[in-house]
């Protein structure tokens, strides 16, 4: 399907700023979503295209994804020295920076979680655990509707138990962590870090509405697929994201070569 009129004329005017950032979700947007978390896999072409714009002068790429750094490293294929930013654990991680180790305090609290979420998964049969450096997320993908209801409910009855954790809920994901971070903080601090006057960020999930709220003219907000959203625009699939960013490489490529 063709990109709305209105995105592509968006595109055209990001293009022409004197220094861009381009920056996309992963699950959902670049990689469509399946039930092993370890076996999601990008578009084609998308992360070739973050690539070739990163290449290009005065511009910026980053994949920003609730991710563990070191999975969305090896999901996306973005070996270590590659220009596009990676930021993992909804912006806790960057590979930008030195990651933070946790404090003795953080790791305890996360293991006692981790330990009460396991009861949790055991009195629900179907619904998995996947373990972070950080968090602890409650996946239910594939469950029926009633199983995952309960297994949530619990998931958060958990999570409130233990002063210092925090809950952020995606598809079909409960992600309880240790840490304090959010999409559009990170956006945000990338941005100011590399000098980017407008940003493009593409996202689908509730936690990509931190970076959609962050955003204003000239940056470009797209919201991928159904959902109430402080995106500025809406595309319906993982292609047409793909044609966004196959799109804004010739239109980066055509204005920074003048
Ligand atoms: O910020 P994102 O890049 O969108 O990451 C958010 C979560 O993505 C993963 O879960 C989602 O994708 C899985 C694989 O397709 C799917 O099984 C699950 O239902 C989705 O919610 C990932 O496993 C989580 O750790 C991320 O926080």
């Known amino acids: 399907m063709a990109l709305p009129a209105s995105l592509t004329a968006a595109l055209e005017e990001l293009a022409r700023r004197p220094s861009v950032l381009v ?4 699950d959902g947007v670049l990689a469509p979503f ?3 978390p370890m076996d999601a896999k990008p578009l084609e072409g998308t992360i070739d295209d973050l690539a070739a714009l990163a290449a290009l002068p005065r511009t910026h790429a980053a994949v920003v994804s609730g991710r563990d750094l070191d999975v969305l490293t090896e999901l996306t294929g973005l070996e270590d020295g590659s220009p596009v930013t990676r ?3 909804h912006g806790a991680q960057s590979s930008h920076d030195d990651a933070d180790d946790l404090g003795e305090e953080q790791q305890q609290l996360l293991e006692r979680l981790t330990g009460d979420l396991h009861d949790v998964v055991e009195a629900h049969p179907g619904v998995r655990l996947e373990h972070k450096p950080a968090a602890t997320v409650l996946h239910t993908r594939g469950q029926e509707e009633h199983v995952a209801e309960a297994a949530v409910r619990s998931a958060l009855e958990v999570a409130q138990r233990h002063t210092g954790v925090k809950v952020l ?3 079909n994901v409960v992600e309880m962590s ?3 971070a959010d999409k559009g903080t990170a956006l ?3 941005q100011e870090k590399v000098g980017a006057d407008a940003a493009l960020y593409i996202g ?3 936690t990509d509405e931190h970076a959609f709220e962050v955003m204003a003219e000239p940056d470009v907000s797209v919201k ?8 500025r625009f809406r595309v319906d699939s993982g292609e047409q994201v793909a044609e966004a960013l196959r799109l804004l490489v010739r239109l980066r490529r055509e204005a920074t070569a003048s």
């Open 204 to 206: 689908d999930d509730v």
């Open 87 to 89: 930021i993992g654990s």
């Open 169 to 171: 809920q995606g598809k």
């Open 34 to 36: 399946v039930q092993d």
């Open 178 to 180: 240790v840490v304090t």
């Open 23 to 26: 920056a996309s979700d992963f």
């Open 224 to 231: 991928v697929g159904e959902g109430e959203t402080a995106a």
């Open 188 to 190: 945000k601090a990338l």
